[in-house]
């Protein structure tokens, strides 16, 4: 008796274990969606997917995963666990590799295809972040490109003449302007022109030359072109020149943005997204200034091309095909565009204002910068190229001014090629 | 098997089967994926020991090494000798050591991400605390984790403040050596330098030899403020953290957990040769 208790003890002990390993059974019509929002932001995400949910009337059910820390550590960790969530967001630099990888549905015929959200839609520069071997493997949600914020009340006490909102400026122009606020004095400290710090990304400085990093074919590497070299030239004479503080001086004020909102520097390139409207209205009156915009410099191509952080929602590979999970994923992405600045669709750029009424004094150069706004060309091997680029190009150059970047570049170059011909 | 053995078997079961479900299957799993080509998503695909050959020819793992490395040979004995000393300082029964004790415990239950912030500004070059001392005294401080060349003193410097961890090992050993001894070396007029010498360090190297054998680990396995801190010229790039990007950055599994063995490996064999030593210098009854 004793001994068949035990038995069932012991039955039970490992059936509980092996049950809380197994995955939950769920029903066809119902979706998971992993977000890495958190507090206000998931709060709103939930509104967002209820409000989804309500008008889908029960032909499809989302449910909300949030993963606020370790995001992608977790989400690799449930694919490989076969466990993953049907919807996720995915960042632009991951596209390709969860592509390659084998873990995302291919979207491109119902993307085509579909009766409300079509490429064409899409900003160019923007949609190009979910392509990936001539396919599209998500619905990119957000943008937020690179522009110029400037101080507008420091311009004017300096008697400096400030760029315009759409104005057609050049990466020569801007550091001229750099040069003429540099050393100054401001509000009893010495002023820089702008703030480099490994931010803005390095593609800015690669593109602001005429060049780039990958070819459009996603095979070849362009990074030892003189257009690209001539590029990172305009971040060398920013930092050899003192254009910017030191880079082991930046982290003394917290981060790049707050010098700019201590009005240590004059111009700073933020992601329209970044807040500095609401900041600068909760300052005391005396620490208050005018903020002024404009587009990026023209680069030596003829386009002011803004760095673009852009996100996609992803779908499972087990979903390829699905048409009412497709169905889902459009709806929930159409209704992140009435949610999150900006939104990557033509023809939605009013949203902003709606979003964020703030923002409307920057409407003029957000509007104008949208057609220029583009990522670099992500492929699987992008991680390795952009260790290199950073640790090895940026950090360096950022370190010491008089670094070789050049030949460094070439060695990336070769360093990149020779990974690409392994695939 | 006797029926009250068995039945003590099967009490032990539960433990036995996480054992092997969670400890030993992982390890098995772990030395298979090792030899496997996995980028976590798809098939593992079997390639032999092409992953141990890339490691080795990776100029990346070498320089991780050598971060790390150089690290353990300066941080272990520093940890040591300054955990040591203050279990000397605090062992003694002076009014208000116990808040001493706590001050200097203190370190070791605070989170290594906060550590890391605080450090993050103690060691900002331009208003953190140390170079702001330094400029009292008219010095120009390094820029420290911006510096390639002051990375390690940075981490040197944390590690130290953090030497407290081992202290209540230490004090607990201080307090098991008999007061006799020292009573006999005093009447033979030893001074505090010779009881030191020759009754304290000699009955403390037993629990000297077990920080020294966690020291070792815990410095090749060092991980969390090194993530979130880095270093210029890659100098703050230690072992695990060159694991962890490999793994989760680059998706390259089999790699990554290659690298895990032979982190393995290096530990497995220092300690063997921390242990061969034993007999050379740890007091044994």
Known sequence: MKRNILIWIVFLLVLSMLNGCSKNSKDKNTFTFATWAAGTELEEFQAVIDKVNEEAAGEYKIEVLSIPSDYYVKISTKIAAKNSPDFFWLTQELISKYAKMGALADITEQFKHSDSLIPDMYYEGVLASAEYNGSYWGLPWIANPIIVFYNKTMFDELGIECPTATDDWTWEEFIDICRQVSGKEYKGNTVYGTIIDGWPNIETFIWAGGGDIIAKDGETIVLASEEAKKGMGYLQTIIKEGLSPRYAEVASLGSNNVWFEKQRVAMFFGGVQDNFETKVDKMDESEKFEIGYAPMPVCDDGSPWSFDWTASTVMAKSLEGNDLAYKALEAVTKAFFEWKIVPPVKGSINNVIKINPKKEVA?????????????????????????????????????????????QMDEIQAYSQDLISKR | MKKRQRAGFYFILPWLIGLIVFTAFPMLAAAYISLTDWDIVGNAKFIGLDNFKNVFRSEEFIKSLWVTFRYAILAVPLIIATSLTMAVMVSKNYKGMRIFRVIYYMPAIVSGVAVAIVFKWILDPSYGLINGVLSFFHIKGPDWLYDPDWVLPSYLIMAMWGAGGSLLTYLAALKDIPQDLYDAAMIDGANTWKKVKYITIPLMTPIIFYNLVLGIIAAFRKFTDAYVLGGAGKEGNFYMVYLYEEAFSHYRMGYATALAWILFAIILLLTIIVNWTKKYWVYSE
Do not use: C, G, H, Q
Request: aromatic share 20%; glycine share 0%.
């Open chain 1, 363 to 407: 409407m003029e150069t957000i509007a104008y910068i949208m057609d220029y706004a583009r990522s670099a060309n992500y492929i699987p091997e992008w991680s390795d190229i952009n260790d290199k680029l950073w640790y090895n190009l940026y950090v360096s150059l950022l370190n010491d001014a008089s670094f070789d970047y050049r030949s």
